[in-house]
């Protein structure tokens, strides 16, 4: 019963009033407002100049980085780079051609490396796939610095992994001899699933070659086809190119 009543006679605390008192401690009351507004006024200053940076990047800028603050596993040749590029059909480009939208995870992590390196980051260099240099997707961008002598400083990377199956399914764009590997198999499913006698009476290995060249020819004038229409290349002379149409 005591116990009770002295908890009665103690005033609840308001945590509010605590925490103006501290921030009282800490700052002068009558300017804190104007802190507030110069530091919101400074962050956001910040964060155009490094949108202006973003969207005006030029391959021939170089960063210069404080080398004891760098972390050796985010460092990239550009033959690593291309190589990667053209296995799964991603382009390397200026971010003045990137289309996404910029998270801000990516900005913090460009203010973060500022900071740390007391530099201001230009010639941003970006990995994605072709689609997202056009319109916005979330496949898995990569955002670069320039090192200097072809050597790039991955910055940050946001966005879904690539599908696992991607390499495989892009092999066939690499190159135009895999191009006609492809036409190949697909005119050799398609004459298997022609059913016997549909053309000839007898079955016979001549009669399966004949069919098979027909295919071979009609899956081709379609890759053709579509290949011009649609302005396509392959992924070793695209993932670097800024034409939208490669």
């Known amino acids: 019963m005591g116990l009770k009543r002295k908890n009665m006679l103690l005033p609840r605390t308001n945590i509010e009033q605590k925490l103006s008192k501290l921030r009282a401690k800490e700052f002068d009351p009558s300017t804190w407002k104007d802190q507030v507004y110069t530091i919101l006024r400074k962050e956001e ?23 004891d603050q760098l972390e050796t596993q985010k460092i990239y040749h550009l033959d690593q780079i291309k190589k990667i590029c053209i296995d799964y059909r991603l382009r390397f480009l200026d971010t003045r051609y990137f289309k996404g939208k910029l998270p801000a995870s990516a900005i913090t992590a460009i203010k973060e490396l500022e900071d740390k390196h007391q530099t201001d980051l230009k010639g941003f260099k970006i990995i994605a796939p ?9 496949d898995d961008p990569l955002l670069f610095a320039p090192m200097g002598n072809d050597y790039y400083y991955l910055i940050h990377k946001w966005g879904n992994d690539l599908h696992p199956l991607r390499k495989g399914m892009m092999w066939f764009f690499k190159s135009f001899e895999n191009l006609v590997f492809l036409t190949f198999l697909v005119s050799l499913l398609l004459t298997f699933m022609v059913p016997n006698g549909l053309f000839s009476k007898y079955s016979d ?4 070659i004949m069919i098979f060249l027909f295919m071979f020819k009609s899956v081709a004038a379609l890759v053709l086809f579509y290949g011009f229409a649609l302005g396509k290349n392959f992924n070793t002379a695209i993932w670097n190119s800024k034409y939208f149409n490669a």
């Open 45 to 67: 200053e910040c964060q155009n100049r490094i949108l202006q940076n973003v969207a005006t990047s030029s391959q021939r800028t170089v960063t210069i980085f404080d080398f």
């Open 130 to 138: 072709s689609k997202l240099f056009k319109l916005e997707n979330a």
């Open 205 to 208: 290995t001549s009669t399966f």
